[in-house]
């Protein structure tokens, strides 16, 4: 499978958590039944914005794509998204993408102007279909972009000739950069095969960005993915989260407000077509989820299944114990267009089935029912956590004195309190049984 990857020149944003995290989910649930899957995911390090951001802090482009890229995976590694097999840079395959226009110039379906290359879609069989509207209907909503010697309103750059300022390939129709939409059909096939099985991003990709990948592959000949997935977006209080809204919250400030499991938490909660809600409110019963599944762990003894700091490691996953019933609805939750909701639905009724039984006395039930949650729940990426949340005497003792300061409505040094506890590491919250913290 191909994901489309990140254009590195800020922070990782919430939206990107949410795309990796449903292609972990699938990648992790295609390994769980057994099959080979071979994930790769670009990195886009030549863009205006790279270029922007370089000119801005008087940097090189490749410093700000190498700094941005380092932030990119320590954020995907705290969110526990597997590591792509492979992550092409588009720096590395310009000679790849020169020789691609060469072709389609050669074919007669991309064409020359003073600012560029551009491919004509209109001698692009099947134009529109991930866009799921006609030629003709979206030429008459088409914003003209780019030149005005272009063909046709939908054209896109394959290549942009050199302006001043901006890093440079050579190429025969004159130097310059490849367009974005070159990278990834470049970059697929190449590490993928024609006719590879599945391609995936988020739903804002689908046009123009993956229509013009597909775009390119027909128009020289070959079989694209043959499979495409696109995932909702992330909303805060009913708007589509991104960065021109001005609603932008990084998902490193995220990671640094939660417990990093409750991200994936929401997103399994979520059909990955729909839309995502992402709140303090919705944050904290995710956490709060959690603690059931943390507390299935500690009654049961069940050691973390997923092996912390390997990327969470899915291989060695044995659900030869598990209940079979149970599995084989966990199976067809999944299959049904990835039903996570559904899925996660039935792993907390196992989770209850476990607590009655081992409340029977039938420890032998428990033990396999609570088992099978653990196998299903690793499968889908989220690991348990059996150890309580061990506070040091210091802190407890600053915990009870901040209950005893809000009791007596002394704010000022309830917050003076909640301030040193936070200086020493803690994330602090009040909760209706008073001060709870947690690292
Ligand atoms: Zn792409």
Redesign the pocket.
């Known amino acids: 499978m ?1 994901v ?2 990140p254009t590195v020149y800020d922070l990782p944003h919430i939206g990107h958590g949410r795309y990796n995290l449903v292609f972990d989910v699938l990648r992790r649930y295609l390994l769980f039944c057994g099959l080979a899957v071979r994930y790769v995911s ?1 990195i ?1 390090d030549v863009d205006d914005n790279i270029i922007k951001r370089a000119n801005e802090q008087g940097r090189t482009e490749p410093d700000v794509a190498a700094e941005f890229e380092a932030r990119w995976w320590e954020a995907m590694d705290a969110l526990g998204v597997l590591r792509p097999d492979e992550t092409p840079h588009a720096t590395a395959y310009i000679d790849d993408m020169v020789s691609l226009v060469g072709d389609l110039l050669g074919r007669g379906v991309a064409y020359e102007t003073s600012d560029g290359v551009y491919l004509n879609v209109e001698q692009v069989p099947g134009y529109g279909l991930l866009a799921l509207q006609s030629l003709d209907s979206l030429k008459s909503g088409a914003r003209v972009e780019g030149s005005d010697e272009k063909r046709s309103p939908l054209d896109f750059a394959l290549w942009k000739k050199a302006k001043e300022g901006e890093p440079t390939w050579d190429a025969p129709w004159g130097a310059g950069r490849p367009g ?2 070159t ?3 470049v970059m ?1 096939l190449d590490l993928l095969g024609d006719g590879f099985d599945l391609h995936g ?1 988020g739903r804002d ?1 689908a046009f123009p ?2 229509e013009n ?1 597909r775009a390119q592959a027909v128009a020289e000949g070959r079989a694209f993915a043959r499979h495409w997935v696109h995932n909702g977006w992330v909303e805060v209080d009913g708007t589509k989260m991104s960065k021109s809204l001005g609603n932008f919250t990084s998902l490193t400030d995220l990671l640094t407000r939660c417990d990093e499991r409750a991200y994936r938490l929401l997103v399994l909660r979520a059909h990955y077509r729909s839309p995502v809600e992402v709140t303090a409110p919705t944050l904290v019963d995710a956490e709060k989820a959690l603690e059931r599944l943390d507390g299935l762990a500690r009654r049961f003894g069940i050691g973390d299944l997923l092996a912390e700091g390997r990327g969470y490691v899915v291989e060695d996953l044995d659900a030869a114990d598990s209940d079979p019933g149970a599995l084989a609805a966990f199976h067809a939750r999944m299959d049904d267009d990835m039903d996570t909701p559904g899925a996660l639905a039935d792993v907390f009724e196992l989770v209850t089935a476990a607590h009655s039984a081992a409340d029977a006395g039938d420890e032998a039930e428990a033990n396999r029912l609570a088992g099978t949650a653990a196998v299903l729940l690793a499968a889908l990426g989220v690991p348990l956590r059996a150890a309580p949340v061990e506070v040091d005497e210091e802190s407890a003792r600053l915990v009870a004195a901040r209950d005893e300061a809000r009791v007596a409505k002394d704010f000022v040094r309830a917050d003076a309190l909640r301030d040193e506890l936070v200086a020493r590491g803690w994330t602090v919250e009040d909760t209706p049984s008073g001060t709870a913290v947690r690292r």
């Open positions: 191909y489309c990857g670009n886009t974005w939409h990278e990834c059909v697929s991003g990709l960005h993956h990948e």
